[in-house]
């Protein structure tokens, strides 16, 4: 069975500041892991993806995640916060099976 | 356009009221899925269908149905429907299964009274 853990319901950095959002997991198998990203009002869209290739993984706007094995971890990070990434992230893991388990979500506030 | 398209956006009902929200994806994918979304739990899994005339249930089925008769809709059923269903809904789908890029729809805010 997975699980995903955020930690930090709500992070807040200035624009320009470096993000940085937690993501640990468990998984029984090789897992795959997912940040999604939500916007005001609207669904939810692919970040980024691990899937064993490279531990770390390289998204859209600007984002990146490292896969860390001992620590299991997946945390997600941007070198320099924009306003417009203000929004909600959410880790999900999946792993054989037909299930994948979203974390909590993490709301990002940027400010100015 | 490729997308995922749920109906109706909001939707306000009163207790017992049976109602249906529609998911209809243009992508041809396999499988699609349900979640619904509350504050503090992330999103949870209804049920979901590995392809036409193949679902199964997720972490949360109680009190809810699911349909999958044509491989580009999954309507979510709400026989009878009770307070603590208020929630956000989505909509999903994806190539083969979850272990792919998933394509959510805008969402259904559902208010049962």
């Known amino acids: 069975a997975q699980s995903v853990t955020q930690l930090g319901s709500h992070v807040s950095v200035s624009e320009g500041a470096l993000v940085l959002l937690r993501c640990n997991y468990s998984?029984?198998?090789?897992?795959?892991l997912f940040w999604y990203v939500q916007y005001p009002n609207q669904g939810l869209q692919l970040l980024l993806k691990?899937?064993?290739?490279?531990?770390l993984v390289k998204g859209i706007n600007g984002f990146e995640a490292e896969f860390k094995k001992s620590e299991t971890s997946f945390h997600l990070t941007k070198p320099s916060a924009h306003m417009s990434d203000a929004a909600e992230y959410f880790c999900?893991?999946?792993?054989?099976?037909?299930?994948?388990?979203f974390g909590a979500g993490t709301i990002l506030r940027v400010k100015s | 356009e490729a997308q995922v398209t749920q109906n109706p956006r909001y939707l306000i009902t009163v207790t017992g009221k049976k109602l249906t929200v529609t998911c209809s994806q243009n992508?041809?994918?396999?499988?699609m899925s349900w979640y619904r979304q509350d504050p503090g739990l992330g999103l949870r899994q209804i049920y979901y269908?590995?392809?036409?005339?193949?679902?199964d249930k997720g972490d949360v089925p109680e009190g809810y149905k699911v349909s999958r008769k044509e491989k580009r809709n999954f309507p979510l059923i709400l026989e009878s429907p009770s307070p603590n269903q208020t929630s956000l809904y989505f909509c999903?789908?994806?190539?083969?299964?979850?272990?792919?890029?998933?394509?959510f729809g805008s969402g259904t805010q559902l208010s049962v009274l």
């Open positions: 992508m041809n994918h396999e499988y």
């Open positions: 998984s029984s198998v090789p897992p795959y």
């Open positions: 269908s590995m392809n036409v005339e193949v679902t």
């Open positions: 999903a789908s994806s190539e083969r299964g979850p272990n792919e890029k998933l394509f």
């Open positions: 691990y899937t064993s290739a490279a531990t």
């Open positions: 999900a893991v999946s792993g054989y099976g037909n299930k994948l388990v």
